[in-house]
Nanobody, 117 residues
Framework: QVRLVESGGGLVQPGGSLRLSCAAS????????MSWYRQAPGKERALVAT???????NYADSVKGRFTISKDNAKNTVDLQMTSLKPEDSAVYYC???????????WGQGTQVTVSS
């Protein structure tokens, strides 16, 4: 059974940094694509970054050069390091896991990130 639990959200000033973490159980990273999505009020959920089971990570254009996704195989966690944060980065951030050969996506409960002075 897949379970994803996000942590690390909060309030940060523009230009600041924040690190989100996703604790994943029931997931083997070599078989799952791990991603971070975000959803701002009134907007659709959007992909932020993906660390695939194979290949290199990829990012939304809006966060390239500012955000970094990483996996810790020993801890079974997926982190999102966010720097140079902007007010438009404010959203609920969700961790997602998709089995390489599957069609379903598993979601965490989300963590709120607010960038404001």
């Amino acid at each position: 059974q897949v379970r994803l639990v996000e942590s690390g959200g909060g309030l940060v000033q523009p230009g600041g940094s924040l690190r989100l973490s996703c604790a994943a159980s029931g997931v083997t990273f070599s078989f799952y694509d791990m991603s971070w999505y975000r959803q701002a009020p009134g907007k659709e959920r959007a992909l932020v970054a993906t660390s695939p089971s194979r290949g290199t990570s990829n990012y939304a254009d809006s966060v390239k050069g500012r955000f970094t996704i990483s996996k810790d195989n020993a801890k079974n966690t997926v982190d999102l390091q966010m720097t140079s944060l902007k007010p438009e980065d404010s959203a609920v951030y969700y961790c997602a896991a998709k089995y390489r050969w599957g069609v379903s996506t598993y979601w965490g409960q989300g963590t709120q990130v607010t960038v404001s002075s």
